[in-house]
């Protein structure tokens, strides 16, 4: 029996708005392939509650002349969207440490498990207004992922960005962000800025090296000499810092390496003291 058009047409408007509503919702948790295998950590207990922060880790894809991930350990060309590839540079285990360094140091409710964000999934990534991408001098975003990032900092997202070095990996990373904000400029953060002092008081801004550049001779061939920590930013019109840029520095390894003995305790604690300020100030601003 056919059902009167009063009847249908509200089913079908239902359907179309349900179907929708299901098409953009939020991402479930996921997890990837690591550049680094032994970066994998057990999935804490807790892992599938709910909290007020989440860890956004944004992936990319790499650079023709990326340092990493341009070949799979298993053989051929991996896919960015699988992982394996420099997005996943000290992915999970930094984030994993960091967000569990956040609940030590703050009373913020942060979800134990970082949140991989793909800017191609539609509009996921506005269910995360904190971002956080490692080897910056290997991304290479097209102007359909440059656009979406733009509405999404724009719109109030905050991007953290780390461990890239030297002219040329800066060069690199500039090709994408010049994309994204062609018309405005990557500035000094001044010791001024609310974000050097929203939590911790940062006087020294040190450089913090991975693992690899724990000694001079392996930190001076990829940074070079002299090799200066600088901190860099991008400002809205309305004076808020929507991306922090941590260059010369490698705070992914201070959080990664923050519990282990080997690992110098004042880039740990400093890693972690400006992170905390960085998430801080992108939930106040």
């Known amino acids: 029996m056919l059902l009167p058009r009063a009847v249908w047409v509200p ?84 984030d994993r440490t960091f967000a569990m360094a956040l609940r030590r140091l703050t009373r913020l409710n942060t979800r134990s498990v970082e949140q991989p964000v793909n800017l191609e999934d539609r509009d996921d990534v506005f269910y995360w207004p904190f971002l956080f991408a490692g080897e910056m001098g290997d991304w290479l975003l097209d102007d359909a992922q440059a656009a979406k990032l733009r509405e999404y900092l724009l719109r109030g997202g905050f991007l953290l960005l780390d461990d890239f070095w030297n002219p040329a990996e800066w060069a690199r990373f500039m090709e994408s962000m010049e994309k994204v904000f062609p018309d405005r400029a990557v500035v000094d953060v001044p010791e001024t800025d609310p974000v050097v002092r929203t939590v911790f008081t940062i006087e020294k801004r040190l450089v913090i090296p991975g693992r690899w550049g724990l000694t001079e001779m392996s930190l001076t061939r990829r940074c070079g000499n002299p090799c200066d920590a600088m901190w860099r930013g991008i400002y809205d019109d309305r004076g808020r810092l929507m991306v922090l840029m941590f260059f ?26 400006i992170g905390v300020n960085a998430v801080i100030y992108s939930m106040t601003h």
């Not at 509503?21 to 709910?50: C, G, I, K, N, W």
């Not at 992914?252 to 880039?267: K, L």
Request: charged fraction near 20%; hydrophobic fraction near 40%; proline fraction near 12%.
């Open 248 to 273: 010369n520095s490698d705070v992914g390894d201070a959080w990664e390496w923050a519990d282990s003995p080997w690992y110098p305790e004042p880039f740990a604690a400093l890693g972690i003291r």
């Open 11 to 94: 089913i079908i408007a239902t359907a179309t708005l349900a179907a929708a509503a299901f098409a953009f919702q939020q991402q479930p948790f996921r997890v990837y392939e690591s550049l680094e295998p032994h970066d994998f950590v057990p999935l804490p207990p807790d892992y599938q509650q709910p909290a007020e922060w989440v860890f956004g880790r944004l992936m990319f894809a790499p650079h023709p002349y990326a340092q990493f991930g341009r070949r799979s350990r298993w053989g051929g060309r991996p896919d960015w969207r699988r992982g394996e590839t420099s997005w996943t540079q000290d992915y999970p285990r930094a």
